[in-house]
């Protein structure tokens, strides 16, 4: 249990202000655990009827080590309004896991978001999740141009002064954003006009329409900002208001060091201040310093950063923060990834051996977390993968839309450090709930880890008043091999959870009360998918005439695809970690057909089934267990009884069923506790095929079609490794050739995948993400060619 320990005056005073803020914040830090998924899609476009494969890493928020405390992830795809139009969940173990959804030919030619995350992130900003837009198109449907394409061009400019605060008198640095509205920076010439239409500044962007410029505001004047692009077309802003007293940060990078530059107007000549920085919640680094003559500098090593974004946080005497900067540290060395084939063109049919190499500097890196996809790119494929790095370092911890962030990682780009502080000023880090970290409470959370299994829940209230039940016993089951019982009750606002374990695939939840004391309530299932959404935007939809005949092929080979894959690759395999059920061994295990079949079901038991006595009180059956621990004890209230592993209330009818549709009855003989419930004995029987076999459940038993977590499927790729293979007329109409989501380097950091070529001929890219066990991510592309074989 993650444990939250209080910081008080106290401990405030035991140990200094400035060790005191510092574990604050690191005890926060255990509270509210930072986790991160990242998600590698096979491709970047899709046509409906296809398949998307996905990897879905999770790392600590923190040190991006494999982070393993949810056990089920969610994933969903939303078109342009945010409406889900698909959704699913899938099991996470020991930082990763995957999955895959078919695209049905109800979703319409578009862009959509793909979004994934924990029940534990729902706590934090959506803004936070893992998001990526993927194309889909539809070519059994004519495609029309958006509405937002015919939308007029409009502009949005907003300003950022450093630190958070203008100041009258004060020098600041003004970061600023222009966007169109698609959220993608424009170029575009600035000026700061003051009341009397004076220009006092002006600016312009350095990369994706991000830049900053120096500015003394004076008090009483109210500014605002003209902006004109490439067209000449002006536009109109406000600029943000002027305070007369406050503080001001600025932030000087002096090569080894950086300088914290503070200025305040105040009253008194001085004033003790606290600077605090972290990166992540991690390596917290706390200074303080009076504040003279209204001013102070604090300067903080550069070597004392970790890599990534940093927060710079300046506090008051009583631990209010008054501005707030981002800085962002290059890493020193990261994740290396080589990928390579034995020669650059292949025909078709033919083998493809791909060797993986993983290294750290100089070093190789052992059981790097790998991932691998090779698709054929034609003239409708143009995006580039996202970079695994740059996620977790940059635009994981930003809120809001980051352009291109490859842009910043690559060395080879000039002026990409003056451009990343230029986002660090633009993009605020909100994590961090400053009211919470130094609260006299801990904080609170509506969503908890799924830390042992999926959380199924909702709320009972009363089928008349619909006012919710109160510490009513609930019973979950499915019609299932092994039998699952949940149990649990109703809280005092008839909330209702239950945590389920091993719930896999499509399922008929059924929910009931103990129908012998109440059957008035009615359960009202809560979706788990999360109901906000950020606010990023995606990209607008276009299509291209030249792109019909591919698409026109495309289209065919991927119905033809379809036709051919083997029936064993369409349909998952149910992971079956323990066949037993969930009461565990039995004390005592009938199969029916070892015995004389009898006619009814008062025969089969009172004839061989030693363990539990049938009797008849007013007409009505009841069972009563002999305790197998407790010499001559027979219970006399009725046990549990299942049929394939959901309670049956009334005896009489499970006396009434055709015994011949029983495989087996088993027993446990002795007093049974399952969560909160205790049960004088289990009588379970279990029909041939699982499925109830026609039993008529209690009217007032719901049942609710529910979907599991997704069975994983294989991915299908043809071996040509015999000449009649080779030979075969069967078509092979790939165009994705490999996805192969679960790949872990050697002890030499290599990994090797062996795959064949298809019968399409075209270029291929090989998309590698990985990750290592330090934390260090990296992506790799390349591409090689398959010519079709003349025979």
């Not at 003209?226 to 536009?235: W, Y």
């Not at 003056?418 to 609170?444: C, E, N, S």
């Not at 997704?710 to 996805?739: G, H």
Request: hydrophobic residues 40%; glycine residues 6%; contains cysteine.
């Amino acid at each position: 249990m993650i444990q939250f320990l209080l910081l008080t005056a106290p401990i405030f005073a035991q140990f200094g202000p400035e060790t005191a803020i510092k574990n604050g914040l690191e005890r926060y830090g255990k509270v509210a655990v930072q986790e991160k998924i990242f998600v590698h899609l096979d491709r970047p476009l899709y046509l409906v009827g296809e398949t998307l494969w996905f990897k879905a890493y999770q790392r600590d928020g923190t040190s991006h080590k494999a982070l393993d405390l949810s056990k089920v992830g969610y994933l969903e795809i939303l078109d342009r309004q945010n409406t889900p139009m698909l959704q699913t969940k899938f099991a996470l173990q020991e930082g990763h896991g995957n999955g895959s959804l078919v695209l049905p030919s109800t979703l319409g030619s578009g862009v959509y978001t793909v979004r994934c995350y924990s029940n534990w992130m729902k706590n934090f900003d959506p803004g936070y999740f893992f998001e990526t837009s993927i194309t889909i198109l539809n070519p059994f449907v004519p495609f029309e141009p958006h509405p937002v394409a015919e939308s007029p061009i409009a502009y949005d400019l907003q300003f950022f002064p450093e630190g958070g605060h203008l100041v009258a008198g004060l020098e600041s640095t003004v970061a600023f954003r222009a966007t169109d509205t698609q959220g993608s920076g424009i170029a575009f010439t600035g000026q700061l006009i003051d009341e009397q239409q004076n220009v006092v500044a002006d600016f312009r962007p350095s990369q994706f329409g991000i830049g900053a410029f120096r500015f003394t505001p004076q008090l009483g004047v109210a500014y605002s900002a003209i902006l004109t692009d490439a067209n000449g077309e002006r536009s109109q802003f406000t600029f943000p208001t002027v305070e007369s007293k406050g503080v001001v940060m600025h932030l000087k990078d002096k090569g080894e060091t950086l300088e914290v530059e503070v200025s305040k107007h105040i009253e008194t000549a001085t004033e003790k201040l606290y600077l605090m920085v972290h990166t992540r919640h991690g390596n917290v680094q706390v200074q303080s310093m009076e504040l003279t003559n209204r001013n102070a500098t604090f300067v903080i090593p550069k070597g004392s950063l970790n890599e990534g974004i940093s927060q710079i946080t300046l506090l008051d005497g009583y631990r209010k923060p008054l501005c707030e900067r981002l800085y962002f540290t290059f890493p020193k060395s990261g994740l290396s990834l080589e990928a390579k084939v034995g020669k650059g063109t292949y025909g078709s049919r033919e083998k493809i051996n791909l060797d993986l190499a993983a290294s750290l500097g100089n070093e190789p890196m052992a059981q790097a977390d790998l991932s691998v996809a090779i698709y054929l790119t034609d003239s409708i494929q143009t995006e580039d993968p996202m970079d695994f790095a740059a996620y977790l370092l940059l635009t994981s911890d930003l809120h809001g839309q980051v352009e291109n962030p490859s842009f910043y990682f690559d060395p080879n780009n000039e002026g990409r450090s003056q451009a990343i502080d230029y986002l660090m000023l633009t993009h605020g880090w909100r994590r961090l709930d400053w009211g919470q970290v130094f609260a006299a409470l801990p904080p609170k959370f509506d969503f908890l880890p799924e830390y042992q299994g999926h959380f199924i829940e909702g709320k009972l209230v009363d089928r008349t008043t619909g006012s919710p039940a109160l510490q009513k016993d609930l019973y979950l089951a499915a019609p299932d091999f092994p039998a699952r019982l949940y149990t649990t009750y109703s809280a005092e606002d008839g909330a209702v959870r239950f945590e389920v374990k091993d719930f896999w695939g499509p399922k008929e939840l059924t929910i009931q009360t103990d129908l012998r004391k109440d059957s008035t309530y009615r359960f009202e299932l809560e979706s788990p998918f999360a109901k906000n959404v950020s606010a990023k935007k995606l990209p607008l939809f276009s299509f291209d005439e030249a792109w019909e005949q591919t698409l026109l092929n495309r289209s065919i080979n991927m119905q033809a695809r379809n036709a051919y894959m083997p029936a064993s690759y369409r349909q998952g395999k149910v992971p079956q970690p323990d066949t037993l059920a969930f009461f565990g061994r039995p004390d005592e295990r009938y199969i029916l057909d070892d015995y004389t079949r009898f006619p009814t079901m008062e025969e089969v038991l009172r004839e061989y089934v030693r363990g539990v006595l049938v009797r008849k009180r007013q007409k009505s059956f009841h069972f009563k267990m002999v305790d197998a621990l407790v010499p001559d004890a027979i219970y006399d209230s009725d046990p549990l009884v299942l049929l394939d592993g959901i309670p049956i209330s009334s005896i009489d009818k499970i006396m009434a069923f055709d015994p011949l549709k029983i495989k087996k009855v088993e027993l446990m003989n002795a007093k049974y506790f399952l969560g909160t419930m205790a049960f004088t004995g289990i009588v379970s029987f279990s029909t041939y095929n699982h499925d109830l076999s026609g039993f008529e459940l209690d009217p007032n038993v719901q049942v609710i079609p529910y979907e599991g977590l997704q069975v994983a499927k294989e991915f299908y790729m043809p071996r040509y490794d015999t000449p009649a293979a080779v030979a075969s007329r069967v078509p092979d109409l790939r165009n994705l050739l490999l996805w192969a989501p679960n790949i872990t380097s050697d002890a030499q950091g290599t990994a090797s995948v062996p795959l064949y070529s298809s019968d399409q001929p075209g270029k291929y890219r090989v998309v590698v993400q990985g990750v290592g066990p330090d934390g260090h991510a990296a992506t790799k592309s390349f591409y090689f060619e398959v010519k079709k074989t003349v025979l």
